[in-house]
């Protein structure tokens, strides 16, 4: 069964830091590439920032500088270091696995919150 599972959200004071995972089973993900996602109360679901299967990555400028995607292929998993945050990336965050030819997966979400 495919699956992406994202854990690590939680609550933080503006300016602090939290790292999420997400955990992929059922397929490998060193062929695809992952990318993070958020969803606010009310607005859209916008894209964070992505890594490519070959390691490099890339972000929205709104988050650029603050936070960080890695992987782990041997893991199975994808990371997303968010650092300094602002009330203004208090969202269900969601990862994604991509790869040509359409095959897409989604994870459930993780919800963050950032308030003091």
């Known amino acids: 069964q495919v699956q992406l599972v994202e854990s690590g959200g939680g609550l933080v004071q503006p300016g602090g830091s939290l790292r999420l995972s997400c955990a992929a089973s059922g397929f490998a993900i060193s062929s695809f590439g992952m990318s993070w996602h958020r969803q606010a109360p009310g607005k859209e679901r916008e894209w964070v920032g992505g890594v490519g299967s070959g390691g490099g990555s890339i972000y929205a400028t709104s988050v650029l500088g603050r936070f960080t995607i890695s992987r782990d292929n041997a893991k199975n998993t994808v990371y997303l270091q968010m650092d300094s945050l602002k009330p203004s990336d208090a969202a269900v965050y969601y990862c994604?696995?991509?790869?040509?030819?359409?095959?897409?997966?989604w994870g459930q979400g993780t919800q963050v919150t950032v308030s003091s």
């Open positions: 994604k696995a991509a790869r040509p030819g359409g095959e897409t997966f």
